[in-house]
């Protein structure tokens, strides 16, 4: 968190006051630190895997939302103790609910949204809105404000003032309540929605927050597959800016495989591919679809047809045919790979193996890993009559918060082109 000087430190109001409130503090007693002209950023905050940790007594809290290494620790740590498979991945929805089956009744204090995270805070919003759902369906609706001033680093210009409202209640209170958040969107800012939550929940919410062109970001990991890819087609085909952080992280995969092909000598072969694997792990299939989707719309394949086929690790891997330009077939498999230690969200890439073939000279095979010791799979099957490249690609190690202060760094009131054209054939490529 950068340093910020606090204007209003965080205050308990009625609902019934808080835009009333709000409007009085910058008009009034703030009249000498006029609020930014930047944009609202509007948070769906579940954290149901660290509140459930702290239930049970395996965190000890505050609750923030932040995805910090302790979260993730003991995440990881209760999987076993859930029964689940050591592969989980600790931002596997079906995690939070597993852990939400053990017996504790602890207690800590509830600070999402209470605070404007560094990464974000250097962006200077103008008003951060946080709706943060409780375990406890029932809990009565609480409404708290702030104001607070991010102070520049040196030599680095002014900064400009914002404030903090949440409102903190069981998941039907919340949606209750939206007429009182309505009110607090400025219809003269910009406003982005960051639905961080699994996007099976709360679907009246989502719809009532992320209308018109307010610009909503989500995560394509986190929920049903199918439910996560018709969703992006939806508002991709109404012309509402959206950007997927599951996306954003295939960011390094696609400049790899870019940088491999760059070569004068390589470039002919990507219109001669004849075979494309991908290896992800867990039971949710998107990030890969939507890294197959993106190279075959940039390569002009035409998706014959997709299918299941049957895979060592759990759940059911996909196949599916694609012809060239040319007319020649390319077979496409990807596969479900089980990890000893899982990354953080569900269906992190693990490799990829793309062949390449023509009429002249040998096969090139190209192998990308998450790992160096990851792709041997993708190494076996008469890999060595060809001639191979292999790259291990630099995973970034950034948190959700800098992913979405990047995304308000590049402003991105529209649809990146290339996920609009990817998440289509990602959604056809899924079988049903």
Same mark, same amino acid.
């Given at each position: 968190?950068?340093?910020? +000087?606090?204007?209003?430190?965080?205050?308990?109001?009625?609902?019934?006051?808080?835009?009333?409130?709000?409007?009085?503090?910058?008009?009034?007693?703030?009249? @000498?630190?006029?609020?930014?002209?930047?944009?609202?950023?509007?948070?769906?905050?579940?954290?149901?895997?660290?509140?459930?940790?702290?239930?049970? #007594?395996?965190?000890?809290?505050?609750?923030?939302?932040?995805?910090?290494?302790?979260?993730? !620790?003991?995440?990881?740590?209760?999987?076993?103790?859930?029964?689940?498979?050591?592969?989980?991945?600790?931002?596997?929805?079906?995690?939070?609910?597993?852990?939400?089956?053990?017996?504790? &009744?602890?207690?800590?204090?509830?600070?999402?949204?209470?605070?404007?995270?560094?990464?974000?805070?250097?962006?200077?919003?103008?008003?951060?809105?946080?709706?943060?759902?409780?375990?406890?369906?029932?809990?009565?609706?609480?409404?708290?404000?702030?104001?607070?001033?991010?102070?520049?680093?040196?030599?680095?210009?002014?900064?400009?003032? =914002?404030?903090?409202?949440?409102?903190?209640?069981?998941? #039907?209170? +919340? @949606?209750?309540?939206?007429?009182?958040?309505?009110?607090?969107?400025?219809?003269?800012?910009?406003?982005?929605?960051?639905?961080?939550?699994?996007?099976?929940?709360?679907?009246?919410?989502?719809?009532?927050?992320?209308?018109?062109?307010?610009? +909503?970001?989500?995560?394509? %990991?986190?929920?049903?597959?199918? @439910?996560?890819?018709?969703?992006?087609?939806?508002?991709?085909?109404?012309?509402?800016?959206?950007?997927?952080?599951?996306?954003?992280?295939?960011?390094?995969?696609?400049? @790899?495989?870019?940088?491999?092909?760059?070569?004068? %000598?390589?470039?002919?072969?990507?219109?001669?591919?004849?075979?494309?694997?991908?290896?992800?792990?867990?039971? &949710?299939?998107?990030?890969? +679809?939507?890294?197959?989707?993106?190279?075959?719309?940039?390569? =002009?394949? *035409?998706?014959?047809?997709?299918?299941?086929?049957?895979?060592?690790?759990?759940?059911?891997?996909? #196949?599916?045919?694609?012809?060239?330009?040319? #007319?020649?077939?390319?077979?496409?498999?990807? /596969?479900?790979?089980?990890?000893?230690?899982?990354?953080?969200?569900?269906?992190?890439?693990?490799?990829?193996?793309?062949?390449?073939?023509?009429?002249?000279?040998?096969?090139?095979?190209?192998?990308?890993?998450?790992?160096? =010791?990851?792709? /041997?799979?993708?190494? %076996?099957?008469? /890999?060595?009559?060809?001639?191979?490249?292999? !790259?291990?690609?630099?995973?970034?190690?950034?948190?959700?918060? /800098?992913?979405?202060?990047?995304?308000?760094?590049?402003? *991105?009131? %529209?649809?990146?082109?290339?996920?609009?054209?990817?998440?289509?054939?990602?959604?056809?490529?899924?079988?049903?």
């Amino acid at each position: 968190m950068s340093t910020q +000087l606090t204007l209003q430190p965080p205050l308990a109001l009625p609902p019934s006051e808080v835009s009333s409130y709000l409007e009085s503090l910058w008009s009034k007693d703030l009249d @000498s630190s006029p609020g930014a002209a930047t944009f609202t950023l509007v948070v769906w905050e579940g954290a149901w895997l660290e509140q459930q940790l702290v239930r049970c #007594g395996r965190l000890d809290g505050p609750i923030t939302g932040l995805l910090n290494e302790p979260v993730l !620790e003991a995440a990881r740590a209760a999987a076993g103790a859930c029964n689940l498979p050591l592969s989980t991945a600790p931002m596997d929805p079906q995690l939070a609910w597993a852990i939400g089956n053990l017996a504790g &009744n602890h207690r800590a204090e509830d600070l999402r949204g209470q605070f404007v995270e560094g990464a974000i805070s250097a962006h200077m919003p103008r008003r951060l809105i946080t709706l943060a759902p409780t375990l406890d369906g029932n809990k009565p609706l609480e409404t708290l404000v702030a104001a607070y001033c991010p102070l520049p680093d040196e030599g680095s210009g002014g900064s400009a003032c =914002g404030d903090v409202v949440v409102l903190r209640g069981g998941s #039907g209170t +919340l @949606s209750q309540s939206l007429d009182l958040v309505q009110p607090l969107i400025a219809a003269d800012l910009p406003c982005w929605v960051w639905w961080n939550s699994s996007l099976d929940e709360a679907p009246e919410v989502m719809a009532a927050l992320a209308t018109g062109q307010r610009r +909503l970001v989500v995560d394509s %990991s986190l929920g049903d597959p199918r @439910s996560c890819l018709d969703l992006l087609v939806a508002r991709i085909n109404a012309g509402q800016p959206i950007n997927d952080l599951n996306w954003l992280r295939l960011r390094s995969w696609r400049e @790899s495989l870019a940088m491999v092909f760059d070569p004068p %000598s390589r470039r002919d072969d990507l219109n001669h591919v004849v075979q494309l694997d991908l290896d992800v792990e867990g039971n &949710n299939p998107v990030k890969g +679809l939507l890294l197959a989707a993106w190279l075959a719309d940039r390569l =002009g394949w *035409h998706l014959v047809s997709s299918y299941e086929v049957d895979c060592d690790g759990p759940g059911q891997g996909i #196949g599916a045919e694609f012809e060239r330009s040319d #007319g020649q077939t390319v077979r496409f498999r990807q /596969m479900t790979v089980p990890v000893g230690v899982p990354k953080t969200h569900p269906g992190a890439m693990v490799g990829l193996r793309l062949i390449c073939q023509s009429s002249q000279g040998s096969p090139l095979c190209v192998i990308l890993c998450s790992e160096s =010791g990851g792709c /041997m799979r993708l190494e %076996s099957g008469g /890999m060595a009559s060809m001639q191979l490249a292999e !790259e291990v690609v630099p995973l970034p190690n950034e948190s959700e918060e /800098m992913e979405m202060a990047r995304l308000l760094s590049g402003s *991105h009131d %529209s649809t990146s082109p290339l996920l609009a054209a990817a998440a289509p054939l990602a959604a056809k490529l899924l079988p049903h």
